[in-house]
């Protein structure tokens, strides 16, 4: 079984322009969740969706936005990038919602540098 | 509000050595605890969780922790460390009076030396 895949590995932009991130689920799971790790804010959620629907969403500006498509595949998008948004973006997938208890299995990761 | 946290940026233990990695958290609910691993270049890994039942939950490559209500927390154990466990860890919990949002704790880098 195919894990979970993050595309493009890595990604450099330059300050004002957006970016959009891909993620495609293990087969069979409905919930992606996003998440943002930097070595001084460690790993912060950015939302959760399942089933196409948005269930929670981390507090980060609305320049973060993302969408599920009905294949389950995920994608992220930040306009308007800042310096700051340089990260490690990763992924993860499971079968049920995050709040029901299910382990989460997560991508590699998109390495994101803003210049 | 729910928050975990993990006291020590980084421990050192020798190889063959008991090692812990420490975790406290604060909810408003039971939790639901959990340990990740993640290796350099990679994503993270579920290493085990506690959901309900025994305190004393055994994971993937023989890690185990402990859970305790009174102290609120969740340390990560292992009798004995291997150099290959080196690596960062991470505790995570999810609050069901908090949207069921998973949060997690700034991660502790185990170094385990020969």
């Known amino acids: 079984k195919a894990g979970v895949t993050q595309t493009p590995r890595y990604l450099i932009k330059t300050r004002g322009q957006q970016v959009t991130l891909s993620c495609s689920p293990i087969s069979g799971h409905r919930s992606v969740s996003w998440y943002q790790q930097t070595p001084g804010q460690g790993l912060q959620f950015l939302f959760e969706y399942f089933s196409e629907t948005q269930r929670n969403k981390g507090n980060f500006p609305g320049r973060f936005s993302g969408r599920q498509f009905s294949n389950s595949r995920s994608e992220m998008n930040v306009s308007t990038l800042e310096l700051g948004d340089s990260a490690l973006y990763l992924c993860?997938?499971?079968?049920?919602?995050?709040?029901?208890?299910?382990?989460?299995?997560f991508g590699s990761g998109t390495q994101l540098s803003v210049l | 509000a729910q928050s975990v946290a993990q006291p020590e940026d980084q421990v050192n233990v020798a190889e063959g050595n008991p090692l812990t990695v420490k975790c406290t958290y604060s909810?408003?609910?039971?939790?639901?605890l959990f340990w990740y691993v993640q290796y350099p270049n990679r994503g993270l890994q579920f290493l085990l969780k506690y959901i309900t039942g025994d305190n004393l939950v055994k994971g993937s490559y023989g890690f185990e922790a402990e859970f305790n209500k009174s102290q609120t927390s969740f340390h990560l154990k292992k009798p004995s460390a291997l150099v290959s466990d080196s690596a960062l860890y991470f505790c995570?919990?999810?609050?069901?009076?908090?949207?069921?949002?998973?949060?997690f704790g700034g991660g502790t880098r185990l170094m385990v030396k020969p």
């Open positions: 909810v408003s609910g039971n939790p639901y």
């Open positions: 995570a919990v999810r609050d069901a009076g908090a949207g069921n949002m998973l949060t």
């Open positions: 993860a997938s499971s079968s049920q919602p995050t709040g029901e208890g299910e382990k989460l299995f």
